[in-house]
């Protein structure tokens, strides 16, 4: 059964500073890994898709590592703002019966000070 | 371009009503759809998940059940509500491989 961790659960940091929040799942045999952004009470937004044959994936000030082999994803935010305050979730997909699925992580809540 | 619509936004339901929640994908054919849930505090529960018309795979035992009467069209119901339901209630489309989610319905039973 194919498990989702991120760490930190939790982190504050002042504007400006690079950060990374951390995933990684058990199963190895991923079709493809997603990251999102929640804002409270609202609904996701993906930010990266990594495909299982990537390795990385960049937006604007994101940068999104897979490495499938030891079952590990890296977010990389630099230049923090407080816009970014907001909760990260991972998410990897499986295939299963001709269908997709998500598997999420238990996300990050990231706030950055002023 | 695709998008996903889902409502209400926001539902206060007793304990023991019926509950019907909608999703709606355009601009796209075939997709496959999920239902998600997010008590407070805690990460995405896969509901249920579909493949096609009257295709549904449930992944947890519960007290809701989900229908896929037209291609584009996603219905997650119960007959009675239970405290438990309470949550953050999201549905997702999927072309193949990667996933946009909707709003979110946040139900809170009483």
């Known amino acids: 059964k194919q498990e989702v961790t ?11 500073e690079n950060l990374v929040l951390n995933c990684s799942f058990t199963d190895s045999a991923i079709y493809n890994l997603q990251w999102f ?63 997709g699925k998500l598997i999420f992580g238990q996300g990050t809540e990231l706030s950055v000070k002023p | 371009s695709q998008t996903i619509h889902q409502w209400p936004a926001t539902l206060v339901q007793p304990v023991g009503s019926p509950l ?8 796209t054919s075939n997709p496959n759809l999920y239902w ?10 896969l509901l249920f998940y579909s493949v096609g018309i009257g295709q549904i795979s449930s992944e947890v035992p519960q007290n809701l059940s989900a229908s896929r009467p037209q291609d584009r069209q996603f219905i997650l119901s119960s ?32």
Request: charged share 15%; glycine share 10%; net charge positive.
């Open chain 2, 36 to 45: 998600y849930r997010q008590a407070a505090g805690r990460g995405l529960q």
């Open chain 1, 37 to 99: 952004r929640q804002d409270p009470g609202k609904g996701l937004t993906s930010l990266l898709l990594i495909q299982s044959s990537q390795r990385e994936q960049t937006s604007g000030r994101l940068n999104a590592s897979l490495d499938k082999s030891s079952g590990r994803s890296t977010l990389y935010i630099a230049a923090s703002q407080p816009g970014d305050s907001a909760t990260y979730l991972c998410a990897v997909i499986m295939i299963y019966n001709q269908g």
């Open chain 1, 6 to 16: 991120q760490i930190p659960a939790a982190l504050s940091v002042p504007e400006g």
């Open chain 2, 20 to 27: 019907s929640l909608e999703c709606t994908v355009e601009g």
């Open chain 2, 79 to 110: 007959k009675k509500l239970l405290l438990s339901d309470s949550g953050f209630y999201l549905c997702a489309w999927s072309p193949s491989t990667e996933a946009f989610f909707g709003q979110g319905t946040r139900l809170t039973v009483v």
